[in-house]
């Protein structure tokens, strides 16, 4: 009940993964070289915000056993507080130190352009990611796990992959590839927020 969702859920975010590195290759070497850069920098980002994920999940389950309500409702916002100041921060020092960090992986001037590019489409955005990854977590620790697991294959992996086919037929730049990422965790987050709100 809880862990098949979870487990389709990551199988989605790899198949969405492959999906745009295969549109990503088509750009030629430098942008591959790029993207893998960005993807490095990029997963520390995910490492603190699972964690987040995982500790909302533990808090708010504890707390709804105990059926203290407003406990549960205190750990979600301390939690979304403390990622968003942490997204905050990401995103700052990432672009202020992108070009140190892409020359630290040997990338070449035009890697390292592309790169920066690539790192000012997402890297503002991060911060857009948080109430998907708090409020998953949190509805897992009352014990939803499909609702969470089809906000986030539809609003993050489908819409992802609809984005890109439709965004490829108007321009073949890499932009709106890479723009893919922060359009649906914004999708995703706004989803998450309505059935937050809801009450469900």
Known sequence: HIGLPAGLQSLMYSISNVFIQSRINLYGADAVASWTVLGKIDGLSWL????????????VAQNFGAGKLDRVRRSIYVSAAMAFAFTILFSITVLTLGRPLYRAFGADEVVLETG???????????????PTEILSGAMRGVGETLIPMLITCVGVCVMRIVWIIIAYQITPAFEPVVISYPVT????????????????
């Open 185 to 200: 965790w914004a999708c995703a987050s706004i989803a998450f927020l309505i059935y937050y709100k809801s009450g469900k």
């Open 116 to 130: 920066m590019r690539m790192l000012w489409l997402i890297g503002p955005f991060y911060f857009l990611f948080v």
């Open 48 to 59: 603190v915000l699972g964690a987040f994920g995982i500790s909302v999940t533990t808090f």
